[in-house]
């Protein structure tokens, strides 16, 4: 998980150094470690998803990993 957020966060701060027409650009990425809880994709997905609405909801413009 710790690569994918260094990937992540690489790719966030690339994105926040690029304007469109004045407007700032901000990215936020949710990560999921494959673990034993993870009978099929769709979990995996999920907790993903969770990570992501938590970057959200702290302030957005983050990378957050999904834990239990």
Not at 3 to 22: C, L, M, V
Not at 24 to 31: E, H, L
């Amino acid at each position: 998980a710790k690569d994918a957020q260094e990937k992540a966060e690489k790719i966030r701060h690339q994105i926040s150094q690029t304007a469109i027409e004045n407007i700032n650009i901000t990215a936020s990425f949710g990560i999921a470690e494959l673990n034993m809880n993870h009978k099929k994709i769709e979990s995996i997905v999920k907790d993903a998803d969770k990570a992501l609405y938590q970057a959200k909801q702290t302030g957005r413009d983050k990378t957050i990993i999904f834990t239990l």
